[in-house]
C-alpha cells in the first residue's frame, strides 16, 4: 500500500495534517511535567494507542502507557511518546519497522521500544523515528531510502541503531525523509534525502550520513519542516534553507534555498515550528510571525493569502508562551494553561469535535484542562497533548504603595492552584531580587505542599522598607508544573518624608574671655587666642555664625506689646533701660549631623574685634529650613 517514494508536493481538500508543537517558553526552554496523553484524530494505521482503529471524533486518554509522558512525536502513520523514566513506547503502522520492535507489525496499543540507552528527547519523520540518548548520541529505526537513518545506507532498519560518529547531540529534528542534529558546539549536521535543498549543503543529493552544513554556526534551536530546515541563532535572528515553493523559507521569494539564507526581518525569536509548507515564530515579547502556504487558514490570520515574508499575526492572543504547527494547523500556548488553534481540522485536530476549518485562532476548548505540551512531527493527522500538573498563579504582581520607611503593610495573597489533573509539588517560593529584604512572607502555606486537582495554597506577602523610595523584588515559585518556575513581581514605594529643619542644642565656646588674633586663623598660637565653638547638629547643614555687640536700649510699650528698642536721640526721663544686640557681621561653616567643632579667632571681615562684651548668635539651614537660634556670650580681652 506505501511505496518507498517521497511523496509528491501537492496540496488537495484531502490532505489532514498533524499537530505539531515545538512548546518554548520565552524565559527558557524547559522539559515539560510528566503527564497523560490526549489524543484525538485520523486512526486507519492504530496510530492513537487506544487499542481500536476507531476515530474517536473527540479527544480522549491514551490507556496503557506504563510511565507519565515527557514528550510525543508523531509520524505519518505512528506515534512515539517518550516516558518520565526515559523509556520509549510506541504504536500505529510499522510497514517499515518504524515502531522498533523488530518487526513490520502494525499496533493500536503502546509497545516498549527498545533503545540502546534511556532517551531525553525523540523525533518523528515519514515511517522512521529518532531519539536523542541521554549520552548525547542519537538512535534511528524504520524506513531509510533516502540515507534518513544516517548509517550510511539506504535500507531499513526494525530496531535502533546508533547513527555512527555522531555525538554531543543537544536537539534533534526531522522532516519528511530527512533528519538533522544540533551539537553542544552550536553546529548542526544534516542526512538523508536532498532533492529539495533539505541538507542546507549547497547541493541537492542525499546524504547517506550525517554532515555538517556550511557556515551555519552559533545555533540554539532547530526545526524541520516537511521539505524545509530552520535554525535560531544566539541573538534571535532564523536562518532557513529547502523547498520554497510556497515561501516557507520566508525570504520574500519562491525560490528554492541549497544553502541557509537568512529571513529578513525576523529577530527576537524564541522557538519556530514548521508545518507542511509554512512556519510560524514565537518573539519574546509573545507575539507570533507567520510565513509560507496559508490556504487552509493556517496562519489565523483570516486570509488565505501566501506570505512569502514573515508578517505579525495580530488576531492570537497576546502573551503566547508556546507554539505549535501541524500539516496546516498552528496552535498557541499561553502561560495559563490556555491553548488556541487555526486551520485545517479536517479529522478534527483541532479536538473541537467537528471538521470545520478555523479561519482565525480559536480556544481549544475540546481539550482536557491542564495541557503542558502537545507532540510534534510534521505531517500527520493527529492531535497529542501531554496532560500534567499545571500552576496556576492568582496574580503576576504585586504592589504596595505609600508605606512608611520602618513599617510593615498589610499582607498580600498569592494562590497557586493546580489546574491540571496531576499532582503539584510546590518545591519551594523564594524572595528574589536586590530588594528581597524589603519583602517578607507573613505566612507560607505552600512551601512543600503537594496540591491536589483543583487544589490551592496561599503565600502571603508583606513590605517593610528601610528606607524611602520604589524597590523591585520577586516570588519565585517551582514547582513540578509545566510551568515549573513562575514568578510574580513585587514593587513597593515608601514616601519621602517631608524635609526637617535642624535641631541645634550644646552650643559652647572653650574660653569665654580671649584675645582676638592679629592675623588669619593661622596665626592663632594658643587657646587664650581664639575659642573653640562647640556644638550638636540633627541634620548637614550650613551653620551661620553672627557676632552681636549689645547695646543699651529703651523698653517701649507695655503689657504684651513690650519691646526692647533703640534708645531715643534725648532719652524722657523715667525711661527704663533694656539690652540690644546690634549685628557686626557673620562667618559659615558646612557642618554635619552630630557633633560639631568651629575655631573663632576673634577677627571679623578680617578685622580684630575690639576688647568688649559681645554675643554669638548660630542658626542652621537645611532641607530649605532654618533652626531655632542658640546665643551665647563672650568677652574681648585688651
Known amino acids: 500500500m506505501f511505496a518507498q517514494v517521497k511523496q509528491v508536493k501537492c496540496v488537495t481538500g484531502a490532505l489532514a495534517l498533524l499537530v505539531v508543537l515545538a512548546l518554548a517558553f520565552a524565559a527558557a526552554a524547559q522539559a515539560s511535567a510528566p503527564g497523560q496523553l490526549q489524543i484525538d484524530g485520523y486512526n486507519k494505521y492504530g496510530q492513537l494507542g487506544i487499542g481500536s482503529n476507531e476515530e474517536p471524533k473527540a479527544p480522549v486518554l491514551v490507556p496503557g502507557l506504563s510511565k507519565a509522558v515527557t514528550e510525543v512525536a508523531g509520524g505519518y502513520y505512528d506515534t512515539y511518546a517518550l516516558l518520565s523514566n526515559g523509556q520509549l513506547e510506541g504504536w500505529g503502522y510499522n510497514g517499515y519497522g518504524e515502531l522498533g520492535d523488530g518487526t513490520t507489525k502494525e499496533h493500536n496499543s503502546p509497545e516498549g521500544i527498545a533503545l540502546p540507552s534511556s532517551a531525553t528527547s525523540v523525533a518523528a519523520g515519514e515511517y522512521f523515528g529518532m531519539a536523542l540518548l541521554s549520552n548525547g548520541t542519537v538512535a534511528m529505526w524504520g524506513y531509510g531510502g533516502y540515507g534518513e537513518l544516517g548509517n550510511g545506507k539506504t535500507e531499513e532498519a526494525l530496531s535502533p541503531l546508533v547513527v555512527p560518529g555522531l555525538e554531543h547531540v543537544t536537539a534533534i529534528a526531522a522532516g519528511c525523509y530527512y533528519a538533522m542534529a544540533l551539537r553542544s558546539d552550536g553546529r548542526v549536521l544534516a542526512w538523508g534525502e536532498g532533492e529539495y535543498g533539505e541538507q542546507g549543503s549547497g547541493k541537492t543529493e542525499k546524504q547517506e550520513s550525517p554532515t555538517l552544513i556550511p557556515g551555519l554556526e552559533n545555533v540554539v534551536k532547530i526545526t524541520a519542516g516537511c521539505y524545509s530546515g530552520y535554525a535560531i541563532l544566539a541573538n534571535g535572528e532564523v536562518k532557513a534553507w529547502g523547498y520554497n515553493g510556497y515561501g516557507e523559507v520566508g525570504d520574500g521569494s519562491n ?53 512569502r515574508s514573515p508578517e505579525t499575526l495580530t488576531d492570537w492572543p497576546a502573551g503566547v508562551s508556546g507554539i505549535s504547527t501541524a500539516g496546516y494547523d498552528s496552535y498557541a500556548v499561553l502561560p495559563s494553561g490556555e491553548s488556541f488553534g ?23 476548548s475540546g481539550l482536557l484542562p491542564g495541557v503542558v505540551a502537545f507532540g510534534h512531527g510534521n505531517y500527520n ?46 518545591s519551594g517560593d523564594v524572595l528574589t531580587g536586590s530588594a528581597a529584604g524589603s519583602f517578607t512572607k507573613s505566612s507560607d502555606g505552600c512551601q512543600g505542599v503537594t496540591l491536589a486537582v483543583g487544589e490551592t495554597c496561599t503565600i502571603a506577602v508583606a513590605f517593610t522598607p528601610s528606607a524611602p523610595g520604589t524597590v523591585t523584588a520577586s516570588v519565585a515559585v517551582s514547582s513540578s508544573a509545566a510551568n515549573a518556575l513562575s514568578s510574580v513581581s513585587l514593587t513597593g514605594t515608601a514616601p519621602t518624608p517631608p524635609p526637617v529643619a535642624p535641631q541645634l542644642s550644646g552650643l559652647s565656646l572653650s574660653h569665654s574671655l580671649f584675645r582676638a588674633a592679629s592675623a588669619g586663623p593661622t596665626a592663632v598660637a594658643a587657646l587664650s587666642t581664639g575659642a573653640l565653638i562647640s556644638y550638636t547638629d540633627t541634620e548637614a547643614a550650613t551653620a551661620t555664625f553672627t557676632i552681636q555687640r549689645p547695646v543699651v536700649g529703651a523698653i517701649k510699650g507695655s503689657g504684651h506689646s513690650k519691646r526692647c528698642a533703640a534708645m531715643p536721640k534725648h532719652p524722657k526721663k523715667g525711661t527704663k533701660h533694656c539690652t540690644l544686640y546690634r549685628s557686626l557681621g557673620s562667618f559659615t561653616h558646612v557642618d554635619v549631623a552630630g557633633a560639631n567643632r568651629v575655631r573663632f579667632t576673634g577677627r571679623l571681615r578680617n578685622r580684630k574685634l575690639a576688647a568688649g562684651r559681645y554675643r554669638l548668635l548660630m542658626r542652621a539651614s537645611a532641607n530649605g529650613l532654618t533652626s531655632g537660634a542658640l546665643t551665647k556670650s563672650f568677652r574681648i580681652a585688651r
Do not use: C
Open 255 to 307: 525560490t528554492q534555498r541549497d544553502a541557509p539564507v537568512p529571513i529578513p526581518g525576523l529577530s527576537n525569536v524564541t522557538a519556530i515550528a514548521a508545518g507542511e509548507d509554512f512556519a510560524i515564530a514565537l518573539h519574546t515579547n509573545g507575539t507570533l510571525s507567520g510565513w509560507g502556504y496559508n490556504y487552509y487558514d493556517e496562519l489565523g490570520d483570516g486570509t488565505k493569502e501566501e506570505r
Open 342 to 364: 487555526a486551520g485545517y481540522n479536517g479529522y478534527d485536530e483541532l479536538g473541537d469535535g467537528n471538521t470545520e476549518e478555523h479561519i482565525t485562532p480559536q480556544a481549544l
Open 381 to 426: 493527522y493527529d492531535l497529542l497533548a501531554i496532560q500534567g500538573a499545571f500552576a496556576s498563579m492568582s496574580t503576576s504582581a504585586l504592589g504596595f504603595s505609600s508605606q512608611p520607611a520602618g513599617t510593615s503593610s498589610p499582607a498580600q495573597s498569592i494562590v497557586v492552584a493546580n489546574k491540571g489533573p496531576a499532582p503539584l509539588t510546590v
